[in-house]
Each structure stands twice: as structure tokens, then as C-alpha cells.
């Protein structure tokens, strides 16, 4: 069931970043769908929490969370950047940084990944 949840976990990530897709300029869909997918990740997270025994290490799942987290947080950042860059009538600098977030991200979740998982994928 936890693998369920990590397929649901990469699912929402994945919807997530959409918001790189979307115009600088228009805030109230970028903020809900940011907002509304990290809320799914959190429900999704404890789901899978609740299916573990306590346990005083990270799991594979927790890891992933963490490097999931570790976007959503990059993603409001980015976001709040942008708007006050619109907000200052700077739109073409808003689209800029929003061009190289959307590239830069995969860049992030690789790097958080490769540094947090590669043990737990070891073959037994």
C-alpha cells in the first residue's frame, strides 16, 4: 500500500509543477493549484505514515517527502518572487524567473533524490 502511495505522491509533485506552465501574471490558479497539491501530499503522507509501524529512521517514503517538500517550498518561493516582480510592473523579468524555475526543477528533485535515496534501492 505505501508503494500506492508514493505513485500518488509523484502524481501530485507532477501536477504541481504545472504551475511553471501557467503565466506569472495569473495569480489565483497558480496559488490554488500549489495550495491544493500540497495539501494532497500531506494527506497522502500521513496516509502512508499510518500504515507504518513507529520506527526511529527515515523511511523511503519519508525521504521522498522530504525532497516533495523540499519543492513545494522552491515553488511558493518562486511564486512570491514572481508576483512581486508583476506586482513592480517587472513582467518580463517574472516570466523570466519563471522559465528557469521550470527548468531548474527537475534539476532540484534529482540532485534531492540522488542524494537522499540511493541506499534504499539497493537490490537484496
Known amino acids: 500500500m505505501v508503494a500506492n502511495c508514493q505513485v500518488l505522491i509523484i502524481i501530485i509533485t507532477t501536477i504541481a509543477m504545472l504551475a511553471f506552465w501557467m503565466s506569472p501574471t495569473n495569480f489565483p490558479p497558480r496559488i490554488g ?5 500540497l ?25 521522498l517527502m ?9 515553488n511558493l518561493i518562486s511564486m512570491v518572487m514572481q508576483m512581486r516582480l508583476v506586482d513592480h510592473k517587472q513582467e518580463e523579468k517574472a516570466v523570466k524567473v519563471n522559465a528557469k524555475m521550470r527548468k531548474l526543477m527537475p534539476v532540484i528533485i534529482g ?6 535515496i540511493p541506499f534504499d534501492l539497493r537490490l537484496v
Open 33 to 37: 493549484l500549489a495550495a491544493s497539491t
Open 111 to 116: 540532485v534531492l533524490l540522488a542524494v537522499l
Open 66 to 74: 522530504i525532497v516533495v517538500y523540499a519543492l513545494f517550498l522552491n
Open 39 to 63: 495539501l494532497a501530499a500531506v494527506a497522502a503522507h500521513l496516509t502512508a505514515a499510518n500504515q507504518l509501524p513507529p520506527i526511529g529512521y527515515l523511511t523511503l517514503i519519508d525521504k
